[in-house]
């Protein structure tokens, strides 16, 4: 297995040791290396938002209703989220290098299918197709990159680097999405994400190192299938909500299925002798409680950032781009968040950082219940930036505490559960709180109403993971 080692850190430091370590400078590789992967993973997470303003021009462009645009973001998000576990197993028993490569292609060639698409169909193949490269690409990135940097300083700060690109490539896409589409057209938003999948393929051959497990147990077909088909359904279920409410029979029934078929799952991997997810892994406090966290803050932050992208618009009259500057602002901050976060984790330790991260965004969600209805924009980039930082510092230290601790041979494992986390905690947010702003008798109330769920539950996360890891070393 090939890893980058080195006799400055102990491969069995903890997350939450407390004393202050500086992370050994970078080679010339090892930074080249984290470009590539960066460069992958801001991709991918600008995949997820930079469509968002394009849709009705893409939907009178082809032709789909507006009903029917909700499948120009689903047909991404189905297959993204429900194959990231068996892909990153996948990679851990076949070659994580082989695996990414191969995600990064399709996702390069599915682009350029969703750039020329000539009809509904055609276009919503080419998002799936996409969907299904992100699903090989992210967790097989975040594998490759937590067995090349060491568990310490290094993966600390490498983990940083990564959960700022992936906060800022949401962020960017939500603003390039407009410019590009006002300028170009709703198919340079597809085109661009071609051409980065174009720059960034020719390098990734000879720079990334191969890693997969010694051996080659028999891959988990009943838990695979379970798993899969679980995630799929509850996706659908909570996107199709997000549009329609859970009135439909069709999100009854997929909602449904999908907590009954990973509730099999379960039950199949108590069984099996090599299960797809090891359930001991998961009984891990460091695991269970991290992904917690994580859920939380991607869930409720991504909710965030769909009702004040309401609130600025319909209820202050902000036009798209001065609403996009909001989020600009909330981007920059952001990354000198993702600067010093490593650092944090170096000094307090993962756990406390994750804690420290889940409190400041509740505190700050809740001190966006003070924006009025007729101003409040400059408060809302104010607690909206500060927020993002802490939402920041949460998803670097909840990756960290995940996968501290865990063999190399389950690395892709591990990673494919952070990532799987990621993605239905986009997913499901928007569902189960937005739709209140949306319901209510004034758009103004049902925000603030939104808001103030989001903080509570936050804030018990927050002491939910500080009490669970309390006695984890």
């Avoid at 490569?101 to 399709?106: E, F, R, V, W, Y």
């Amino acid at each position: 297995m090939a890893t980058v080692t080195s006799p400055e850190i102990s491969p069995t430091s903890s997350p939450d040791d407390t004393s202050p370590k500086t992370a050994p400078a970078l080679t010339g590789r090892a930074r080249l290396i984290l470009l590539v992967l960066c460069a992958a993973q801001f991709m991918v997470s600008l995949d997820f938002s930079v469509l968002n303003v394009a849709l009705p021009a893409l939907g009178a462009d082809l032709g789909l209703s507006t009903s029917a645009l909700q499948w120009a973001v689903t047909a991404f998000a189905l297959p993204s989220g429900g194959f990231l576990l068996l892909s990153g197993r996948i990679g851990d028993l076949y070659g994580r290098k082989k695996l990414f490569l191969t995600g990064l292609a399709l996702f390069g060639a599915a682009s350029l299918l969703a750039t020329f698409a000539w009809s509904p169909a055609s276009f919503l193949t080419g998002r799936a197709l996409q969907g299904l490269g992100a699903a090989a690409i992210v967790p097989t990135g975040m594998a490759l990159l937590t067995t090349t940097f060491p568990e310490g300083p290094q993966r600390d700060r490498a983990l940083g680097i990564s959960g700022t690109v992936l906060s800022l490539g949401f962020t960017i896409g939500m603003v390039l999405g407009g410019v590009m589409t006002d300028t170009f057209g709703w198919r340079s938003t597809m085109g661009l994400l071609a051409l980065f999948s174009a720059l960034v393929l020719p390098f990734a051959p000879g720079l990334l190192p191969e890693s997969r497990t010694p051996e080659r147990p028999r891959l988990d077909v009943p838990g695979a299938v379970t798993v899969t088909g679980g995630l799929l359904s509850l996706i659908y279920a909570l996107s199709t909500a997000a549009q329609r409410g859970f009135g439909g029979t069709d999100v009854q029934i997929t909602l449904v299925a999908g907590v009954a078929l990973l509730v099999a799952f379960v039950v199949v991997e108590s069984r099996h002798e090599s299960p797809l997810v090891s359930l001991p892994m998961l009984k891990r406090r460091t695991v269970a409680f991290g992904n917690l966290g994580g859920l939380v803050t991607f869930a409720m932050m991504s909710t965030v950032v769909f009702v004040l992208t309401l609130y600025l618009q319909e209820t202050l009259g902000l036009s798209g781009f001065q609403t996009g500057l909001v989020f600009g602002v909330q981007g920059v901050l952001s990354v000198l968040a993702g600067s010093f976060a490593a650092k944090v984790i170096g000094r307090i330790g993962a756990r406390r950082t994750l804690v420290l991260g889940l409190a400041g965004q509740g505190l700050l969600t809740a001190a966006l219940l003070a924006v009025g209805a007729d101003s409040g924009a400059v408060l809302a980039t104010v607690a909206v930036s500060l927020a993002s930082m802490c939402h920041l510092a949460a998803i670097i230290s909840y990756g960290v505490t995940v996968t501290s601790g865990v063999p190399d041979e389950e690395q892709g494992l591990a990673t494919g559960l952070v990532t799987t986390t990621q993605q239905v905690g986009l997913t499901v947010g928007i569902p189960l709180l937005g739709v209140l702003a949306t319901t209510g008798d004034s758009l103004y109330g049902g925000v603030r109403t939104v808001l103030a769920l989001d903080a509570a539950i936050v804030l018990a996360a927050a002491v939910l993971v500080a009490l669970g890891l309390r006695r984890t070393r």
